[in-house]
T-cell receptor, first 114, second 118 residues
């Protein structure tokens, strides 16, 4: 069965610091990749997605992610974080022929201090 | 994606009671997915439905859990005879459905229902 691993459970940064959250998946075939964000008290929102094409994907709020097929990775990055980026971030992967089933990582809590 | 509606937002049940969770997809979406988030864990897929059809229920516990998405009305996730281990956040997502040549499309999530079993 495929799995998704997010390396850090909790990341603490100061404003203006750079961010990189790791995501690795186990499925070897064609994949669709997603990053979702959950702000405190809110529901999951889509940050960005990769289906095909340019492996460097740009999302909302200055986030980007790079798909590296050889490393089975889809790391999320932001050059300069803000206090408002404090949230929980989830990587999700779809792979295979089973329609619709997303496999999520365990999530990374990001705390940004002003 | 605020268009996916779930109710109730919070639900408290005693052991042995039934829990019914409702999900109304975004306008124009005919595919619904249910996920469960246990404390300290990520979201786990439970079931994927289209109108009047269950497409994939591989993540559903074999007993006490059922889901439906009728022709009219919201999707319902039903948990019979709840136990403390059912306490979790249950999220519904919807999508318009896979386009030709793609296996999946983007799922938009609702706010979740937090079930507490006493």
């Amino acid at each position: 069965a495929q799995s998704v691993s997010q390396h850090n459970h909790h990341v603490i940064l100061s404003e203006a610091a750079s961010l990189e959250l790791g995501c690795n998946y186990s499925y070897g075939g064609t994949v669709n990749l997603f990053w979702y964000v959950q702000y405190p008290g809110q529901h999951l929102q889509l940050l960005l997605k990769y289906f095909s094409g340019d492996p460097l994907v740009k999302g909302i709020k200055g986030f980007e992610a790079e798909f590296i097929k050889s490393k089975f990775s889809f790391n999320l990055r932001k050059p300069s974080v803000q206090w408002s980026d404090t949230a929980e971030y989830f990587c999700a992967v779809f792979g295979g022929t089973s329609y619709g089933k997303l496999t999520f990582g365990q999530g990374t809590i990001l705390t940004v201090h002003p | 994606n605020a268009g996916v509606m779930q109710n109730p937002r919070h639900l408290v049940r005693r052991r042995g009671q039934e829990a019914r969770l409702r999900c109304s997809p975004m306008k124009g979406h005919s595919h619904v997915y249910w996920y469960r988030q246990l404390p300290e864990e990520g979201l786990k897929f439970m079931v994927y439905l289209q109108k009047e059809n269950i497409i994939d229920e591989s993540g559903m516990p074999k007993e006490r859990f059922s889901a439906e998405f009728p022709k009219e009305g919201p999707s319902i996730l039903r948990i019979q005879q709840v136990v403390r281990g059912d306490s979790a956040a249950y999220f519904c997502a919807s999508s318009p459905g896979p386009r030709v040549g793609r296996y999946t499309d983007t799922q938009y999530f609702g706010p979740g229902t937090r079930l507490t079993v006493l």
